[in-house]
């Protein structure tokens, strides 16, 4: 089977493919206990899946939040792999014909996966080691399964059809006279007929001269078939079994203990109490403090960084009077302050779910900023985290008196390890992208002029100041309610400019005022309720809110791209 010609049997190509995809398998498998020594990062699915996050058309990245939401890193490694299983096949069908194309095929992925993982931010040559000892297993087995052991061993020819030839016309022939197929050879259009007492023997045909053998016949030897499907079960299981394996253990050698075993300081400067009646406690309703196993995740990591906080530093450099390196133990050790503060995505459309309020601890980045001295032209601070990824802060909004903190805490406990431990940034009034850069560790000063953060050049605006929106919470839409009092009610921000007022109205007609719960601070949202005498029949409901300044969130209808969502929040609802 290493080199065939002719017509191709559909049996061929579905053993073909399946060792094709064992082959894949393989490689894939093995290498995820590989990359628990060099970093999960250098893990080939991982490798490659973040050269497709950062390669894809930006309406594609979106499309995927809001299709899949938080779980978009989840969609993109299941359909890279079903991706990669169907090229698989396509190899394993092809090395039927030429093994050699198989091969080829393998190498070059595990090609692509070397340069995606040795390209990587901070990566070095060792994070090729996964995707070389991946290729090296995947092209061993699909020798096995094309040409080694696990080879088919087809029959030469097509199982026999019955060609029932008619009694002669001189009469019986006796049963002495009968000859069998196997010693007589196929039987000639002017020779006698082989029969047996019970009537005509089965004969098979003559393959005429010059004919081609199919590719893989229509039958297979049963203990070459047992021997392929028992190999390719066995080496998939395998696969399956290190897949995971490899995964948990590289589970195990993160930071979790280390994170555990951190006691955080006590705050100089505690958060102010939650007033009464900040949380209305209504089913469906968002509550005021989002807990941590809540709060949305968007980012640009396939794998949670795992930073030890013992050899974690922050390097401040750039156009600075002094450059200066913090130890995570010089960050604790300093005046921390706990602040409320509502995180938002710029990818957020109107109504959803990426945002949320916390309880944030740590150093007031102002102070950080001061002890450099940045020159007086460097308008903008990139935060790079440790995978490289960046986001561009502009130097006055650090520095303006907002609480823009170096956060080593959530919500009384140090940071969950998917939100930035041991170190990240939260700044009040900018959305995530321009803001809240996670598991950081460089604050570049510099100058928008000069560079553009990740995003910047994906079309998103360089700066992104978070704009005044307001969410319908209950009733949700299409819900169906009973006629009388109904409680309309949501949560509504406009960070570090706070908000005065947000109205709710019904089918189109007069604006009405909700009230508004009492909040911490300008910084994070505000919850609010309407009580709705609501009538028989299907109605639509709106609202929209005023900010401090006195600016009403508008109208119009606008995407998340370049610089988040505009238009107001409407849901239809069925009274009975």
Partial sequence: MIAHTGPMSTTSRRYGALAGIT????????????????????????????????????SLKQLAIDIFGTADKIALLVGTAVLLGGFAALLGVLAIRRLALGLAGIAVFGAIGVAAAVTRSGADLADALPSLVGASLGALVLWLFIAGPFELNPWSWSPPTPNIAPASSGGPVSSG???????AGPASPAGPVPVSPAGPVPVAPARPAGAVEPVGPAGVDPESRRRFLTGSGALLGTAVVAGLGGRWLAGRRGVSAARDAIRLPAPVAPAPAVPAGANLALTQLAPYVTPNFGFYRIDTALVVPQVDPDTWRLRIHGRVGQERTYSYADLLARPLVERYVTLACVSNEVGGDLIGNARWLGV?????????????????????????WTCGTPTAVLRDGRDALLAVGMNGEPLPVEHGFPVRMVVPGLYGYVSACKWVTEL????????DAYWVPRGWSAQGPIKTQSRIDTPRRRNRLTAGPVTVAGVAWAQHRGISQVEVRVDDGQWQEAVLAPTVSVDTWVQ????????????????????????????????VAPDGATGWHTVTVTVR
Avoid: C, M, N
């Fill in 444 to 451: 570049e000063l510099t100058r928008f002029a000069d560079f």
């Fill in 177 to 183: 006279a009968a000859v069998s197929a196997s010693s």
């Fill in 528 to 559: 609010w309720s309407w009580r709705w005498d609501a009538t028989p029949g299907e109605h639509q409901l709106q609202v929209r809110a005023t900010d401090a300044t006195g600016a009403t969130q508008t109208e119009r209808t606008q995407d």
């Fill in 364 to 388: 007031p980045l102002r102070e950080l900023l001061d002890e450099v001295e940045p020159d007086d032209d460097a308008d903008q601070v990139v935060g790079r985290s440790v995978d490289g």
């Fill in 23 to 58: 082959a894949a398998a393989v490689a894939i498998g093995i290498a995820e206990p590989v990359a628990v020594l060099t970093g999960p990062r250098s893990a080939p699915l991982v490798a490659v899946g973040g050269v497709v996050v950062d390669a894809v058309p930006e």
